[in-house]
């Protein structure tokens, strides 16, 4: 009920607001900034994204925030269950300036400390990569037929942001993608149209903690969200459709388009929320192993790829570049931190797997307090 009040409000704003022009770089504040745009969550109330500066912008940072998903008529549902989705971009958890991990700027050992930064919020339900409008039905318990109009503008909101990224930051010397959980997939995705526009730049795509989707149900997603009507026309994507496109072409189509990217992946062995989506997306309880899919999905990109690197972690927690494990998490020695580090500075690192205590895990997290 506090979801649909909330609603009710902010659409409230949306139909009386007028967008104007985005502000440009050199006029924003030298903290993290919020601007306003026209694009839509999933129940069609505002977006926004954030934006912080650096001394001379010569690095960047692009982060795509996660928060579930929605794919048929209760998740997407407010008033439903299973509500499994972040609905409206001013929310707590949109909010850069209450997470941690590389958002902690009072950390000497932060990788991105001189970095400015583009974060974009998540409330589409479709992991940043939606087509538009859907119309969900269904019954609910009482046994009424209950219709939902869902705002998967991922893509348009998205391409919003980029359009401004690429007007504003139009020389960088580093530009790196990232994104957790949904995020991750985002990223992913648009990390080849970020280092398609920075052809001349290296670009790094760093995704943590959504790489066991691999599952055969994975189309009913991608068709809820019409994701194929968003792919660039590119060879790599040349006949893909809903029903054929996986997670995973996206890092294989973003690092063959772009000789200049290089994409790495995070994931923890027995994340508990990968786990949890999985089987909402149609797997049976018991009926997979998560790091056994996670190997399945690294040697696919592999086997496609020059180069592709991933570091995995024992233990459930889900997520890690926004979290203090940031700083605390190593496997054999190698510190999740410095890994990462050498990454943009363009360094080679080694693979890193840690799937369970009896292969010499390093205090593999079970809890996150983050």
Known sequence: MKYLVLALLLLGTVSAQAQSELPSLDSLDSGWNTIATDG?????????????PSADNSNLLIFFNGG????????CDLNSQPNIHSPFAEMDQNNPANSRGIFNFESSANPFSDYAM?????????????????EYSYTNPAGTEVSVTTYHEGYANTKTILEWVFENFTTPNTVVLSGSSAG????SF??????????????????DAAGGYGSPFLPDTLNAWNTATVLPDWEEYTGETNDSITFEDFYIASANHNPNL??????????AVQITFTQLMGDAPGSF??????????????????????YTAGGTVHMIMQAPIFYEYQVEGIRFVDWVADLLRGQEVSDV???????GCDAAPQTNSD
């Open 40 to 52: 839509v969550c999933s129940t069609g109330t505002p977006y926004q994204f954030f934006a912080k």
């Open 68 to 75: 579930g998903g929605c794919w048929f008529g209760e998740a």
């Open 118 to 134: 583009v974060f974009l919020p998540y409330c589409t339900g479709d992991v940043h990569i939606g087509g538009g409008t859907r």
């Open 184 to 187: 991750a997939i985002g990223s």
């Open 190 to 207: 648009y990390s080849g149209l970020v280092a398609e526009h920075y052809s001349s730049v290296p670009v790094v795509l760093i995704a």
């Open 262 to 271: 290089t994409i790495a992946q995070y994931n923890a062995a027995e994340d």
């Open 289 to 310: 192993s998560l790091p056994q899919r996670l190997l399945n999905n690294y040697l696919e990109i592999e086997s496609a790829v020059d180069e592709f690197y991933s």
């Open 353 to 359: 797997s840690c799937v369970n205590e009896a292969l």
